[in-house]
């Protein structure tokens, strides 16, 4: 696993109500805590707006149902 960074892109779970309907949000890192714990704006697919803090990282976003959690985006 990489470690975070300022400014890198991370995806972060999102209410589809406020997301045009995905589930999945990207956002960027804004501070760094450590190599787990990041804050985040999340750039939803609509006009609100989200900043999250203290996120923590997790492996896969499958079945978190809770807005604190972050990973990174599958590479291709």
């Known amino acids: 696993m990489p470690a975070p960074a300022l400014g890198q892109i991370v995806l972060v ?3 589809p109500a406020v997301n045009n309907g995905a589930d999945t949000a ?3 890192i804004t ?6 714990i990041v ?3 999340v750039l939803l ?6 900043w ?3 996120v923590t990282y997790a492996d896969s976003l499958d079945d978190i149902e809770y807005t604190h959690a972050w990973t990174w985006p599958p590479q291709v």
């Open 52 to 54: 999250r803090t203290s």
């Open 45 to 50: 697919d609509s006009d609100a707006i989200q």
């Open 39 to 41: 804050n985040v704006r």
């Open 26 to 28: 990207p956002a960027i």
């Open 13 to 15: 779970p999102a209410d």
């Open 31 to 36: 501070r760094v805590w450590n190599d787990r």
